[in-house]
């Protein structure tokens, strides 16, 4: 398993932008896909954007899709959420996972590492 640990969340108003960070340690980090996801109060859990161990093939959800940018530093062992054009929709705890292989799914329980999260409260 390798280990993730987020940071870069915050209270932001309409419009701003964020962006996320996720740590890795303990294994090979470009040998993960990385995904993120975000869970707002009393709702599942639900995929937002995901990046290829090379970095070259990124997915993401239709509601964030031209808002967000996911990239990562192999270097670095560090994946990146860049989020822009925030809305209130968009407040949530924000975690970032990571699976071994090449395929991005957005299905929750395919994802085999989590972060602790990192909440994200955008102001209207």
């Known amino acids: 398993q390798v280990q993730l640990v987020e940071s870069g969340g915050g209270l932001v108003q309409t419009g701003g932008s964020l962006r996320l960070s996720c740590a890795a340690s303990?294994?090979?980090?470009?040998?993960?896909?990385m995904g993120w996801f975000r869970q707002a109060p009393g709702k599942e859990r639900e995929f937002v954007a995901a990046i290829s161990w090379s970095g070259g093939s990124t997915y993401y959800a239709d509601s964030v899709k031209g808002r967000f940018t996911a990239s990562r530093d192999n270097a670095k062992n560090t994946a990146y959420l860049q989020m822009n054009s925030l809305t209130p929709e968009d407040t949530a705890v924000y975690f970032c996972?990571?699976?071994?292989?090449?395929?991005?799914?957005?299905?929750?329980?395919?994802?085999?590492?989590w972060g602790q999260g990192t909440q994200v409260t955008v102001s209207s």
């Open positions: 303990g294994r090979t980090f470009s040998a993960y896909t």
């Open positions: 996972a990571a699976r071994s292989g090449s395929a991005i799914t957005t299905a929750v329980l395919l994802w085999g590492s």
